[in-house]
Nanobody
Framework: QVQLVESGGGSVQAGGSLRLSCAAS????????MGWFRQVPGKEREGVAT????????YYADSVKGRFTISRDNAKNTVYLQMNSLKPEDTAMYFC?????????????????WGQGTQVTVSS
């Protein structure tokens, strides 16, 4: 059974940094693409960043390019999201997601395994 557990959310002032982690279990994460999505109440879920199974290719939403970095450690079955220069508009529930396969990491609609989410709040 695939399980994804996020951690690292919290409250931070604008300009600050947070690092989210997602621990995966129940499958070999090296054969899955992984991603981070976020959602604000009343709005659609947004793809923030995704990474290929091997970690060599990434996708970023325009709104976070240059500020966020996604990475993964397949030996630990863990994916990370380093978030720097945070802005109030980054406030959201952040979800870790996975999709089987080595390619298609940027196909946001194809992610079918989800964690419970971790809240990130950025104050001005």
């Amino acid at each position: 059974q695939v399980q994804l557990v996020e951690s690292g959310g919290g409250s931070v002032q604008a300009g600050g940094s947070l690092r989210l982690s997602c621990a995966a279990s129940g499958y070999s994460s090296s054969s899955y693409c992984m991603g981070w999505f976020r959602q604000v109440p009343g709005k659609e879920r947004e793809g923030v960043a995704t990474i290929s199974a091997g970690g060599g290719s990434t996708y970023y939403a325009d709104s976070v390019k240059g500020r966020f970095t996604i990475s993964r450690d397949n030996a630990k079955n863990t994916v990370y999201l380093q978030m720097n220069s945070l802005k109030p508009e980054d406030t959201a529930m952040y979800f870790c997601a996975a999709k089987p396969g080595l390619t298609g990491w940027a196909r946001l609609e194809s992610y079918n395994y989800w964690g419970q989410g971790t809240q990130v709040t950025v104050s001005s």
